[in-house]
């Protein structure tokens, strides 16, 4: 199982950016898949999840600025990030439930994240 992230960046408030999640080692399009991000406080948040033949969340702080999209032909997940805020600041990592049963549920330990900076 192998989740690899990338699109993070510097970018000025009010500014977009779009997270990738590449999967691979499982099979993508029946697994449950979630965005968390690790704040400078350490804590990790869940800011989106796609649960299959459930429902999608997003985190309240984030609705109507973050969409969690997904494209089953490249096993990939996004996170479409508008109108970033200086609190959005964060590791972004994804994953899925068999990801964490391999290696806990700290986020910092699913991989290798990728670094939002939201600052002017």
């Known amino acids: 199982v192998q989740l690899v992230e990338s699109g993070g960046g510097l970018v000025e408030p009010g500014g977009s950016l779009r997270l990738s999640c590449t999967a691979s080692?499982?099979?993508?399009?029946?697994?449950?898949m979630a965005w968390y991000r690790q704040v400078p406080t350490n804590e990790c948040e869940l800011v989106a999840s796609?649960?299959?033949?459930?429902?999608?969340y997003i985190r309240d702080s984030v609705k109507g600025r973050f969409t969690i999209l997904e494209d089953n032909n490249k096993n990939t997940m996004y996170l479409q990030m508008n109108n970033l805020k200086p609190e959005d600041t964060a590791v972004y990592f994804c994953?899925?439930?068999?990801?964490?049963?391999?290696?806990?549920?700290?986020?910092?330990?699913w991989g290798q994240g990728t670094q939002v900076t939201v600052s002017s």
């Open positions: 994953v899925t439930p068999r990801l964490m049963q391999i290696r806990g549920s700290k986020c910092s330990d």
């Open positions: 080692g499982f099979t993508f399009d029946d697994s449950d």
């Open positions: 796609n649960i299959r033949g459930g429902t999608s």
